[in-house]
């Protein structure tokens, strides 16, 4: 099983880190930054707008394996293949999406600085994955509100409450739960027509989103 620490290092690869600490850590939405032996780092990501969170949140909100752990405030790495899969990844792509700074002369490549600043990046997002929710414009609290607001709506318009209650009495705390998920096996051929339903499915208002993801799967 992967870990958000290994996501981000796999994701971002770097050349070299820089040695000694990383001081003056920050982080908001759109950017990381940090002072690595006296250079000052940043690394500047797209931040998701209104629409991506209701998408990512009414995806979680749909299957309980994530409903549970999105309401009780925790992030499985597993979830990583959602936020993804609706097109606002938890960690960037690779790269390319991002705007990487760094107040020392080596421009060619990724300094040591950027290194030790990714790094310190991967073991945040370990200790507490919300780091990767802020760096992407979004907010722990609001980020369960609304996992909580679609699970009720899911769940034909009871209160969050009530979603929540059934929620905690679903046993979705098991991490490996998720890990079961992923690896349940491949489904049958899709019929004619689905194809392009990841497009669909992108453009649909909030709902339970993740019933498509398997279409998803398939193309990637
Ligand atoms: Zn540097």
Redesign the pocket.
Known sequence: MSTWARLVAEALPVPER?PGPVERWSVRPGEVGAQ?AG?E?SLIRPVAEEKDWDRVCAALASQPVFRGPSLDGRLPVESERVFAVVGLPLVPPGWDPLAAS???A?WSSV????GALVAELGARAEADPFVLVRWAGGDKAAFTARVSAAAAQQNGGGSPEAAQEEAAQEDVADPASAAVFWSAPELPALPQGLAEAGVRVQAAAPGPLLDELPVFDRRT
């Open positions: 820089a690595v250079h780092v760094c107040t020392c080596q300094c040591g600085h950027l």
